[in-house]
């Protein structure tokens, strides 16, 4: 560090600014603070936003948590790799290629622009109007819904896509029950994980569907869950 300095002080002296700063890195170190202000932002608003949050009866709250850019944390490297293990999960268990695959829980089609490399059409719905708005410049080719699941008019088409996947969403369900019935209704194969600690909140139930097949993946320290069966019109 002393001969970054000593450097950067004789570039200094010769008037060339530039070359001080490379020496020093500071680009790089701005970009650095930058990035760690912006990510205790983010933290920051979450824990306000979700204060309260135990289901996805609580709309409001959740659109909230989307005044701030990525506030799950998709764009991170461990979230890009739980988006290559589900959709390595679905071509390996379920089916390589998928006609219609309806996503709950898309939010701003952080993981809906890897999953249709399986689809030939996505549907992706969230709660957030916001986080729909933004999914919808990311991925203009795919369909984009605002709302609650159950609130849909095709809430009830028995078989009406070919996959459904739920991703890190039903600890926000205030009625798993329904809502596992009611995707095991729409799909002909659903899909759902969940970060494993959660497991003893929400796997009992995954699991108690019919034919539910369980799989693990991990990223460092943080171990993830799939859960995947056949629906109800393919049983």
């Known amino acids: 560090m002393l001969d970054d300095v ?58 909230l948590a989307y005044a701030v850019p990525d506030p799950w944390h998709m764009a991170s490297d461990r979230e890009r790799h739980r988006f290559a293990e589900t959709n390595r999960v679905i071509a390996e268990r379920l089916a390589p290629r998928v006609g219609s695959l309806l996503e709950i829980g898309c939010g701003e089609g952080h993981q809906s622009e890897v999953l249709a490399r399986l689809c030939d059409d996505l549907t992706g719905l969230d709660v957030s109007a916001t986080a729909i708005a933004r999914a919808r410049r990311r991925l203009p080719g795919a369909t984009f819904v605002a709302g609650d699941l159950f609130a849909q008019p095709w809430a009830h088409d028995r078989g009406r896509f070919e996959l459904v996947t739920a991703c890190e969403v039903i600890y926000y369900m205030s009625d798993r029950r329904r809502f596992l019935d009611t995707i095991d209704a729409l799909g002909r194969a659903c899909l759902v994980t969940y970060f494993a600690p959660a497991a003893k909140k929400v796997e009992a139930e995954c699991l108690a569907m019919p034919g539910a097949q369980r799989t693990t993946f991990r990223h460092e320290d943080t171990e993830g869950v799939a859960v995947w069966w056949k629906g109800a019109t393919a049983r």
Do not use: F, S
Not at 27 to 55: D, S
């Open 6 to 63: 000593k450097a950067a002080l004789t570039h200094l002296r010769r008037g060339d600014l530039r070359a001080a700063a490379a020496e020093l890195e500071l680009g790089t170190r701005a970009q650095a603070v930058r990035a760690r202000a912006r990510e205790a932002v983010r933290r920051t608003w979450m824990r306000y936003a979700l204060r309260g949050v135990r289901q996805n009866d609580a709309h409001d709250r959740l659109d």
